[in-house]
Nanobody
Framework: QVQLVESGGGLVQAGGSLKLACAASATYHMGWFRQAPGQEREFVAVIWWDDYTTWYADSVKGRFTISRDNAKNTVYLQMNSLKPEDTAVYYC???????????????????WGQGTQVTVSS
């Protein structure tokens, strides 16, 4: 059973920073998604486990950075210049295989963390 444990969420003022972490029980391709109340879950960022390729949603590009430490099976999401519209529950997700044309689709990931709340006040 794959386990994903997230940490690092919280309350921050607009313009501030937070760093999320997701510890996995093994090495997988890892993504971050977020879901605001009443909205669908949306892609944030992804990193492949082997070549460390990354992709970002346009809404976070230049502000968020995804990284990973394969020795620790942990993926990170550094979030800078946070905006109130970044407020959501953030989920990490894992996939054993991941194609380049599906990484933004939640259905491409077989495993999910419990989510961590990020609240950005204005």
């Amino acid at each position: 059973q794959v386990q994903l444990v997230e940490s690092g969420g919280g309350l921050v003022q607009a313009g501030g920073s937070l760093k999320l972490a997701c510890a996995a029980s093994a090495t997988y391709h890892m993504g971050w998604f977020r879901q605001a109340p009443g909205q669908e879950r949306e892609f944030v960022a992804v990193i492949w486990w082997d070549d460390y390729t990354t992709w970002y949603a346009d809404s976070v590009k230049g502000r968020f950075t995804i990284s990973r430490d394969n020795a620790k099976n942990t993926v990170y999401l550094q979030m800078n210049s946070l905006k109130p519209e970044d407020t959501a529950v953030y989920y990490c997700a894992a996939a054993e295989t991941l194609s380049g044309n599906r990484y933004y689709n939640p259905r491409a990931y077989g495993y999910w963390g419990q989510g961590t709340q990020v609240t950005v006040s204005s």
